[in-house]
């Protein structure tokens, strides 16, 4: 840990990037409570990583690497639980962007299908529109396999035929 | 694909990570969601959330490795005492039944693990504050670190007593390093915090002068106050 982030450090880049963590979260979640026990749980693997981010050329790519896989792993742990497929975000949903909601509502009927790198893929493609050029740098597996992954996935989503209108 | 900007590129915008590149100038929807992720972002910032989830990271930055794994499984802490090394959790756990018999109102400190009352703690317990204000109906506890930092304990955002009465929960803490000392003064009207708080800085610093530990006096006489408790609390170096 003597390379690890000290407190001011730590401190600073919870003020830059919390703020994008919990809006990406939410739209991920959907549940602004959860957003933030998801900006806890990113910031403590940032933790965990001591000066990993440091080296990052890119940070953001490493941000939502980590929002990524925090967020997921809640939402799957939530679905496998409960939460009927189509409930609506209640309340919390109104004002919010109908495109999120559907590519949200997509990404939980895909929790249950696909495995966790799938997944993954999915949601920086049909939630964050990233392209795949920066999939590739997220995730950091070669073009090649998020090509292979990303066919795979938008095969399963037109099955379901779910896939939201581009 | 469309072109337009994604997450990734916006939330770097918002950022300011990144130079706008030249599509944004050009796409009103781009814009309108640049500006929607800037508004939530604002937002955010403001959120008691935001400064609470700060203290939780901060605070498990500095807990030491045992009581991390804790303070990720919590989800509200209260947003106090980082300056003074603890940091605050309420979980709903009860402190252990029977603390003690004592006359007269008082404030104990009791560890989670085994129960044990007033004990030399370690960084890494886990501890509740045990309020006993009989007679009286009011409480305000204070705690002053090794460097004389003096801070509002309990009730923990507010700004005079509390009833201990009213509590749903016991306020819980993590111990991290460095000995603390706790002041309580009970009453029968709520006190302002703001007065207690000074009087014990005052002495903290004159102690501090002095070279002697920061409750090497007792504070002087607080306005309203029926009865001032004190409990000095040692923390091992150790975990
Ligand atoms: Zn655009």
């Not at chain 2, 009352?117 to 960084?123: F, I, K, Q, R, W």
Request: hydrophobic fraction near 45%.
């Amino acid at each position: 840990m003597a390379r690890g982030l000290g407190a001011s450090e730590l401190a600073d880049l919870y003020e830059k990037y919390a703020p994008t963590v919990h809006g990406r979260a939410r739209t991920l979640l959907g549940r602004d409570s959860d957003a933030w026990d998801a900006v806890q749980e990113v910031f403590c693997r940032l933790l965990q990583a001591g000066g990993a981010f440091r080296a990052e050329a890119r940070p953001m790519t490493y941000i939502f690497r980590v929002t990524t896989h925090v967020c997921l792993n809640m939402l799957r742990s939530r679905a496998l639980k409960d939460v009927p497929v189509q409930a609506p975000t209640e309340a919390e949903a109104a004002g919010e962007d109908p495109q999120e909601v559907e590519a949200r509502n997509l990404l939980r009927v895909l929790a249950r299908e696909l495995d966790d790198r799938a997944l993954q893929i999915a949601t920086l493609h049909f939630v964050d529109a990233l392209t795949q050029e920066e999939i590739v740098e997220v995730v950091g597996l070669s073009r090649k396999t998020v090509g292979r992954e990303l066919e795979k996935v938008r095969v399963r989503a037109r099955e379901l035929a779910l896939e939201p209108r581009s | 694909m469309s072109g337009h900007l994604s997450r990734l590129a916006l939330d770097e915008l918002v950022v300011e990570d990144a130079p706008p590149p030249a599509h944004l100038a050009t796409c009103a929807q781009c814009q309108a969601k640049l500006a929607r992720l800037r508004e939530a972002a604002g937002a955010a910032r403001v959120a008691p959330e935001f400064a609470w989830t700060r203290t939780r990271v901060l605070a498990q930055r500095a807990a030491p490795a045992p009581a991390r794994r804790l303070l990720r499984t919590w989800r509200w802490a209260v947003p106090l005492a980082l300056a003074l090394g603890l940091a605050s959790v309420v979980v709903p756990r009860e402190p252990p039944e029977g603390v003690r018999v004592k006359g007269g109102p008082f404030v104990s400190v009791v560890r989670q693990s085994d129960g044990a009352v007033d004990a030399p703690l370690s960084p890494g317990d886990v501890v509740t504050l045990s309020l006993k204000p009989a007679p009286y109906r009011y409480a305000l506890v204070f705690a002053t670190d090794a460097a004389g930092k003096v801070s509002l304990l309990w009730p923990a955002r507010g700004t005079q007593s509390g009833d201990p009465t009213a509590l749903v929960m016991p306020p819980t803490f993590i111990v991290t390093p460095g000995d603390f000392v706790l002041d309580a003064f009970f009453s029968d009207a709520p006190l302002p915090a703001e007065p207690g708080r000074a009087a014990l800085a005052i002495r903290a610093a004159a102690c501090a002068a002095l070279e002697l530990s920061s409750d090497c006096q007792p504070p002087a006489r607080l306005e309203g106050a029926a009865h001032h408790y004190r409990l000095a609390v040692p923390v091992s170096s150790s975990p």
